[in-house]
């Protein structure tokens, strides 16, 4: 699967919540480090251990991770507000791929999911590349 092969080859894996259960967060273990976050529909073993919300180093640049970025109205200033310190913020919950630069070049990302693709048409998930000068994103779609 086009999926897993990313996932060995990344640094870092970065799960945005909705692992549901204990064993797909082993599984991601083992194909390489995770951060991840809690989502609403984890079971009770990963909200108990996972975090709210997290920031992450990414090759120098700040990052945020949390679950539910809120309304699409307002949601790229609310996760600025949650995330001062950043210069981005994934997020999951809707599953739904988004991608918005403000002016500034604060960002908001949303991998969609490769999974579970909801309301979005395509199974998705995304690539993050940092280091001291850039932070990018990319969605790769998986169909």
């Known amino acids: 699967m086009a999926c897993v ?34 989502g609403n529909v984890d079971e009770d073993s990963l909200r108990i251990t ?4 997290l920031e992450l180093d990414l090759g120098g640049r700040r990052v945020g991770v949390i679950h539910d970025g809120g309304r699409r109205i307002g949601r790229l200033e609310r996760l600025r507000r949650t995330f001062p310190d950043a210069e981005a913020v ?42 001291r000068s850039r932070l990018r994103f990319e969605l790769i779609d998986l169909d």
């Open 90 to 131: 994934i997020f999951g919950h809707s599953h739904i791929p988004l991608h918005e630069t403000a002016v500034d070049g604060f960002q908001i990302f949303n991998p969609g999911s490769p999974t579970d693709r909801r309301r979005s048409p395509r199974h998705t998930m995304g690539m993050a590349y940092a280091d």
């Open 50 to 53: 996972l975090p709210a919300q």
């Open 5 to 38: 092969k990313r996932l060995r080859a990344a640094d870092l894996i970065v799960h945005a919540g909705d692992l549901s259960t204990q064993a797909v967060l082993e599984q991601l273990r083992g194909y390489g480090k995770v951060q991840a976050v809690r």
